[in-house]
């Protein structure tokens, strides 16, 4: 069993930054890739950035290109959302999740466990 705990959401304004944070603990392994994901209320979740096991690939949506950056400390468990010039639209909340695949990517369905996500609002 693997638990992941975000945290670093809260509430800004809009052009200000965030850095999420997901610590996982548990039956980690060195081999596995991560995602995080954002839902507002009454839609579906969607995928925000995703980074493989070695952080040798990453994705990153499209509304958050060039504003928002994934990365991650293996030796400390852990992956981050780098948010910049952050707009009202990214409000949600905003989960990480891990696959034992070297990287999931996008695909949602192959995420093996999800944190309990973290609220982000951003005011205009």
């Known amino acids: 069993q693997v638990t992941l705990v975000e945290s670093g959401g809260g509430l800004v304004q809009a052009g200000d930054s965030l850095r999420l944070s997901c610590d996982a603990s548990?039956?980690?392994?060195?081999?596995?890739?991560a995602g995080w994901f954002w839902q507002a209320p009454g839609k579906e979740r969607e995928i925000v950035a995703a980074i493989s096991w070695d952080g040798g690939a990453t994705h990153h949506a499209d509304p958050v290109k060039g504003r928002f950056a994934i990365s991650r400390d293996n030796a400390k468990n852990t992956v981050y959302l780098q948010m910049n010039s952050l707009k009202p639209e990214d409000t949600g909340v905003y989960f990480c999740?891990?696959?034992?695949?070297?990287?999931?990517?996008?695909?949602?369905?192959?995420?093996?466990?999800w944190g309990q996500g973290t609220q982000v609002t951003v005011s205009s």
């Open positions: 999740a891990y696959s034992g695949l070297p990287y999931a990517g996008t695909m949602t369905r192959v995420y093996d466990f």
């Open positions: 548990g039956r980690t392994s060195s081999m596995w890739s």
